[in-house]
């Protein structure tokens, strides 16, 4: 013997006795009393696959003789080759064993093997080698799967360490049982299960044995009618009380504060309620051997809920603040085999509702409030008309003033126009006129006026030409302002990219009088505006910059960063202007124009323009300026 510590002894087909140890495996023949010793060997792969034989040894159809161990999964042992085949767990494998702690076998007449273990019963194709596993997730009470016997119905009961299951072999259904169907315990242990020659199944656990007749048969189909056991109201329990009166009205003590029926609620079909104890719960049972763990129930009340609620075993339903009215409340419960009572238990519930709620007392309350709101309305009607009179009297004055000062500035508006257009006038008639005098000029004397004196000519009729295109070109332009045909597509820019693009459409303007162009931009500055209008509003300044500016004289572009708005400044070191003409630079009304320093002409509309393309785009615009001395023009910008 190969260790003193024996767990099993199987007898096999041919008279030898197997004998599995703490400590190995040993075979026993009889005829010559030898043993012969298997232990494992870690440089034999076809040794045995651990030393400890725990519980299980069994001979297939074959008689191939299977091994099961305790730590090593499952062998079989070949009698043949002399050889061992060992079968072990391997992690995030669903095709392998699912332990290696193996505690019985069984095989079916198909050769199929269902194996025991530690973790999940093993079904066991010989044929692939391969494990199909069935634990608590496919309804077994416990993965430790003690024993495996079969019965004559083509199922297999297990012991487990919490329960008994009978698993059906034809679908893998499982019928659990417990202490509360009569086992010793819910533990059981292994290698104590045994089926004797009468059929009776045998197992062993921690307080006792279990005999279990397989043949025998359970009533599933027996289905018990829910009762209800106990009434109570604001927490209280109903009595039976005798009491004068017959009827189902709930009676209710004040002295001891305690309510009281003629009966018991588990012979009532139906009770009245005022509306004060319209707080109430029920408890419910089956008349029935089965414990309550074993019961599942569900009830609803009509008339409140449409659907079941399903409570499972808790055997009671509560209800507060009902509204007056008639309701059903039903129950029914589950037997442990899933059947459900055929007729629900039904007791009828009426709410009686407290006066003010009676028809009577709310259509008395409706007479009332509508004689009431009939002469608030009218007396309401009487003060509305009088404040609807005094309020138009009131409009009607206030049309009058606005019908006056509107035509006080529509006439003031005219006469702004009348003088715009004579200042309009009077900017064309001049170029106008020297075009038609030098035009003449040079009609009536083209013979007798020399090549230098014709070019002069035609560089001043060019210069008049070009003066009355941009005076008509921003006077085309202030109109499409006006009449709002300007689209206005604000977008996010570099503010530094527009100017730089600007500056170099004047470079060459700059460099005939020799100006310095500078630019202080200190980094990427990203404004949302519209960047046409933008584009115009810089061109304008800095011509004009440019154009009052002395020779040898610089103009910079400068943006001051801030967190709302960024601020745009031109800055010139040209003539200047007055304060008297400040004030009119950006007025239609007082137009206000001079010459640049080489005699270049302007229109007098740029800066109007520049005001409301600045205004739309929601910034301002301001003129800084000492005669003689230069100007500074500033405009802001929303920041992106």
Known sequence: MSNNSVRVIFEDSEGLLWIGTQNGLNLFDPETEKFTQFKHSDNDPNSISHNFVYSVIFEDAKGNIWIGTY?????????????FRSYTYTSNSQNTISDDVVFSIYEEENGTLWIGTNNKLNRFNPNTEQFEHFGTEDGLPNNVIYGVLPDNKNNLW???????????????SCNNFDVHDGLQSNEFNG?????????????????????????????????????????????????????KSNDNKISYNKENDSYGFSKSIAFTDSIELDFEHRFISFEFSTLSNFTPDKVNYAYRLKGLEKKWVYSEKRNFASYSNLSPGNYTFQVIAQNPYGKWSETPRELQIIIHPPFYMTWWFILLL?????????FVYGYLLNIKTNKLLSAQNEKIKIANKNLKESEQNLKELVATKDKFFRII??????????????????????????????????RKIHESVKHIFNLLENLLTWSRSQTGKIS????????????????????????????????????????????NMCSSVLR?????????SHNNSEVSVNVIPQTNFHEIQIIDQGIGIDKENIDKLFRIDLKYKSSGTAGEKGTGLGLILCKEFVEINGGKIKVESKLGEGSTFLFTLPSA
């Open 366 to 374: 409706v007479l009332i409030v509508s004689g009431i709101i009939i």
């Open 71 to 83: 730590g090593g999964g499952l062998n079989v042992y070949n009698k043949q080759s002399k050889l």
């Open 540 to 548: 304008n300044l800095i011509n004009n910059a440019i154009k009052f």
């Open 425 to 458: 006038s009077h900017d064309l008639k001049n170029p106008f006129t020297s075009l038609l005098s030098i035009s003449e000029m040079i009609h009536e004397n083209y013979e007798y006026v020399d090549e230098e004196e014709k070019q002069i000519g035609i």
């Open 191 to 243: 290698g104590a299960f045994h089926k004797g020659k009468s059929g009776l199944l045998y197992f062993g656990g921690v307080y006792g044995l279990n005999i279990i007749n397989p043949n025998k048969e359970i009533t599933e189909n027996a289905i018990y009618d829910a009762v209800l056991t106990k009434l109570e109201i604001h927490g209280q329990p109903v009595n039976v009380v005798p009491l």
């Open 488 to 531: 206005f597509e604000p977008s996010e820019f570099d503010l530094c990219e527009l100017i730089s693009d600007t500056i170099s459409l004047y470079e060459a303007s700059a460099e005939k009088k020799q100006i310095n162009l500078t630019i202080f931009c200190p980094e990427e500055i990203r404004v949302k505006a519209d960047r």
């Open 158 to 172: 297990l012991s487990t360490n919490y329960g008994i299951c009978k698993f059906s072999l034809k679908n893998y």
